[in-house]
Nanobody
């Protein structure tokens, strides 16, 4: 398995920006699809964004398209989520996920998950 540690969460005003990072360690990171999910209070965990190892395919939830950007630095075993134009609807715990299979990751069946980082957007 890959161990994942998220960072970069915090409190931001509506309209502001944050960049989340997820550092992977453990077994080889090579070939893994990486993604972000979020869970707001009282709601189910939902998909946010995902990216293939090769960066050839990137996926976004409709709710974040045009505002969030996922990227990765394979040399640093790190994936990022740049979040712009944040609204109160983006308040949630954000989780990083990794899996050799993009299909498994998109189905929220990733083999590795981080502990999560809180993002709070004040209006």
């Amino acid at each position: 398995q890959v161990q994942l540690v998220e960072s970069g969460g915090g409190l931001v005003q509506a309209g502001g920006s944050l960049r989340l990072s997820c550092a992977a360690s453990g077994r080889t990171f090579s070939g893994y699809a990486m993604g972000w999910f979020r869970q707001a209070p009282g709601k189910d965990r939902e998909f946010v964004a995902a990216i293939r190892w090769s960066r050839s395919n990137i996926y976004y939830a409709d709710s974040v398209k045009g505002r969030f950007t996922i990227s990765r630095n394979n040399a640093k075993n790190t994936v990022y989520l740049q979040m712009n134009s944040l609204t109160s609807e983006d308040t949630a715990v954000y989780y990083c996920a990794a899996d050799p299979s993009m299909e498994a990751l998109l189905a929220a069946n990733a083999g590795s998950w981080g502990q999560g980082t809180q993002v709070t957007v004040s209006s």
